[in-house]
């Protein structure tokens, strides 16, 4: 075996082996993509198969790029959010649209669940819970020491804090699933 023929063996086989995350199908056929490049590198003149394995990187850099996005596309397929916000914050430290995108699909979970938690309280506590027009201002949730003012929406507060907290989830994993896609884009032009 030639001297770049075992550079391009040796490379590939470090690259499969930091693959092993990946499903068997989609490992080869990254591998095989890998060292066809290298291959057409190597045809193309000794120096070029040196310029493409530095332009590459170490394989298990590279390794490490095609398992977050794998991890990513699996992730947008998934119904469940914490594996595609997983996989976000692992890229957030690289873009800020992914960094953005989970910070703004939490501050929407959060919500979510605040507005839950005001039609679950209601029919328990039901003088602590509601919306008041005070002289200062408007006060709405879960308060300890409600204020005396009469309280203003009563139980129609239970349809409307559920349809609230329906719509900050759909709202949350829309932007979630628009960040991945975005990223993804982003990573594959």
Request: charged letters at 15%; one cysteine or more; hydrophobic letters at 50%.
């Amino acid at each position: 075996m030639t001297e770049p023929a075992r550079l391009i063996a040796d490379y590939v086989r470090r690259l499969r082996w930091s693959l092993q995350v990946i499903p068997a199908e989609d490992r080869d056929g990254l591998v095989r993509e890998i060292e066809s490049h290298l291959t057409d590198s190597l045809a193309a003149g000794h120096g070029s198969l040196e310029a493409a394995i530095a332009a590459m990187g170490p394989p298990h850099a590279m390794a490490a790029r095609y398992i977050q996005e794998f991890r990513l596309a699996g992730a947008l397929g998934d119904d469940r959010p914490a594996p595609l916000i997983h996989a976000l914050l692992i890229r957030s430290g690289r873009s800020v649209a992914a960094f953005g995108g989970v910070l703004a699909a939490m501050l929407l979970y959060l919500f979510a669940l605040c507005f839950a938690a005001v039609a679950i309280v209601k029919p328990l506590f039901p003088s602590h819970v509601g919306l008041w027009s005070l002289p200062q201002g408007s006060a709405f949730g879960i308060l300890t020491d409600p204020p005396a003012a009469p309280e203003m929406m009563g139980l129609w507060i239970l349809p409307l804090a559920l349809a609230g907290a329906l719509a900050c989830y759909a709202l949350a994993t829309l932007v979630l699933r628009g960040t991945g896609r975005h990223v993804l884009r982003m990573t594959n032009p």
